[in-house]
């Protein structure tokens, strides 16, 4: 089911739930404002998530309501996972929000895609 996200943050996410350690996940990074771990359901040979502790349902949410430190801390953590030598042929972000863009968890998360060449668009319109 997908994300209506204009409802509120829902604690029960399953990314709320990994953040409070109730679900286990394969960590790549953490700090005290984000977490990033391997996609349980990866769409490249490298699927990593990337997602900020705070409650946020969205990037519209996250841009509007994040604290400076938190929006400098997302940045930066997805710049130092992006320079793993695994990604070296290069990578690509995709931020999904909402209902049209197939948003399946409310809590703001990037996905990091690489390990083989995924072409000029992953959709044709």
């Known amino acids: 089911m997908t994300v209506d996200i204009h409802q509120p ?22 700090n005290d404002q984000v977490l990033a771990f391997h996609d349980i359901n990866p769409q490249a ?10 409650r946020y349902v969205s990037w519209d949410d996250f841009s509007e309501k994040a604290s400076d430190t938190e929006i400098a801390a ?13 990604l070296n042929n290069g990578y690509r972000l995709i931020v999904n929000c909402g209902h049209d863009a197939d948003q399946l968890v409310p809590h703001l998360h990037i996905h990091i895609l690489s390990g083989k060449e995924l072409g000029a668009k992953l959709i044709q319109l």
Do not use: M, W
């Open 9 to 30: 943050y829902d604690d029960n996410n399953i990314f709320a739930r990994i953040i409070r350690g109730e679900i286990p996940c394969k960590k790549v990074f953490e």
């Open 45 to 54: 040979p490298v699927h990593i998530l990337v997602i900020p502790k705070g």
């Open 74 to 86: 997302l940045t930066r953590a997805v710049g130092q996972i992006s320079r793993d030598p695994a």
